[in-house]
């Protein structure tokens, strides 16, 4: 198969959150760069590999729909490797992200990752 766009603008994972700016803030405290904000859309990166987050108001064709279940684990996953996950979950813990799993390694064979662990947001708050 030939390649139809660079590789790090493939997969990308766009979280759907309930208020965008405190979701950028939470992944910037993390280590994320602003790429851009469009208001109710917004595309952050970590190594050139975009990461999207966006309102449902970003969703024009879509009539709005607000989900009264709140979900114990987040709906997106992104898994971040870095050399040193230790300071990024002394980081997480720092900046108040609610834990969902614990910090160890998985019976999948990967190592540890921010992705696995955090709640989009801060204690007390639902995407």
């Known amino acids: 198969m030939s390649r139809y766009v660079d590789p790090t603008e493939q997969l990308v994972t766009e979280i759907v959150v309930r208020d965008i700016q405190r979701s950028a803030c939470f992944y910037r405290l993390l280590g994320f760069v602003l790429l851009r ?9 970590w ?4 990461l999207f987050l966006a309102q449902p108001s970003a969703f024009h064709e879509v009539d709005r729909v607000e989900s009264s ?3 114990q684990f987040p709906r997106a996953n ?4 870095v050399p040193n996950v230790d300071d990024y979950w002394t980081r997480a813990n720092e900046i108040g992200a609610q834990i969902i799993v614990s910090i160890d390694d998985r019976y999948y064979g990967h190592p540890p990752t921010i992705g696995t662990l955090l709640k989009d947001l801060r204690k007390g708050t639902v995407v």
């Open 37 to 45: 904000d469009g208001g109710d859309f917004v595309e952050l990166t």
């Open 47 to 50: 190594e050139n590999h975009r």
């Open 69 to 71: 279940v709140v979900s």
């Open 78 to 81: 992104v898994r971040v490797m």
